[in-house]
């Protein structure tokens, strides 16, 4: 089944009780049994949901896994991860990152006695020398937040197989359509499904894919027991919202290169960070790892002035000021200021997170009035 046709059918088929196209909303706490123990499957919708499991399986089959979880947010989806270590462990994860997940790493996980290494991965190579007996998990984003630094999922994949270190990427950015890390060899997908599998910015979800059985009972585990999930209204809204992923990122993929093309001839523009364009330092990887470049674009201003950048972003009539991505409206935001404060100044501005950065995720509206909002608010 090739990816266009799976938004729409992967993993599902229609409701056996009445023939329902769409999976319908169980919205219910707990199932009859006959007697204790027998049951149809369900016992208690923390556990088990069937419009939850409906979405995880179609989870499963656009990231080719065999086996999909879906959680409140894609936070708690990190958290589920993160807890299947041990005080002692350590973790690599890349120094461009989203502030979200640091401050996960660093405020609530750190006190647990587990350690994190953020390092630059531009060249995968540079994770080895970081390697030792404690490590036990990798954690990367491909593009990252807020840079759209690309790292080399195979490459990555095998030092982590060379060494038996769980391996885990944060797909969110790419999607599915995009790039599929279990096949390049990856052990974990997550996505903040809040972004573009949602795509219409009304519903927070997270979502865990794998192929291994050991570790997919592992975070069922988690899952039931820490008890993070989704309720079946947001896991209908979510399998809506995947139905229409090819066709909208097309389109975010479109505009995303327009925007990133026209910021990079304006005058008043110093960089533009966008994986699609020859300078960019892996954009051979970016070529060879994805089916194209999305539709997040992140520029500096000249001057690297935080009132301008400021200034910049509340002059947008089309893109709106707002935290988040992946909607089919287009967002702007300030990292310095908004995603990424939770990271410490000088650590953001070390990974090019500087106060002039604005982040923009660009939507399926028409390019020329994106590209005329931008030009009124830079001029």
Known sequence: MKFNTKTIHGGQSPDKAYGSVMPPIYQTTTYAQTTPGGHKGYEYSRSHN????????????????????????????????????????????????????????????????????????DNASAIESYINSNTKLIWIETPTNPMLNIIDISAVAAISKKHSVLFAVDNTFATPYLQR?????????????TKYLG???DVIMGALIVNDQTIANQLYFVQNA???ISGPQDCFLLLRGIKTLHIRMQRHCENGRTVATYLSTHPKVENVYWPGFESHPNHEIAKAQMDDFGGMVSFTTKGNSYEEAIKMVERLKIFT?????????????????????SIPKETREKTGILDSLIRLSVGIEDAEDLIADLKHALN
């Open 50 to 121: 069937p419009t939850r499991q409906a979405l995880e399986s179609a989870f499963s089959s656009l990231e080719n896994g065999k086996f999909g979880l879906a959680f409140g947010s894609g936070l708690a989806a990190i958290d589920a991860v993160l807890k299947l270590l041990k005080p002692g462990d350590e973790v690599i994860s890349t120094n461009d990152l989203y502030g979200g997940t640091y401050r996960l790493f660093t405020q609530i996980f750190e006190k647990f006695q587990i350690k994190f290494h953020f390092i630059g991965m």
């Open 181 to 193: 890390p279990l096949d390049l060899g990856a052990d974990i997908v997550m996505h903040s499904a």
């Open 199 to 201: 795509g219409h910015s």
């Open 321 to 341: 000021l707002a935290e988040s991505l992946g909607g089919v409206e287009s967002l702007a935001g300030h990292p310095a200021s908004m995603t990424h404060a």
């Open 226 to 228: 820490s008890g993070a």
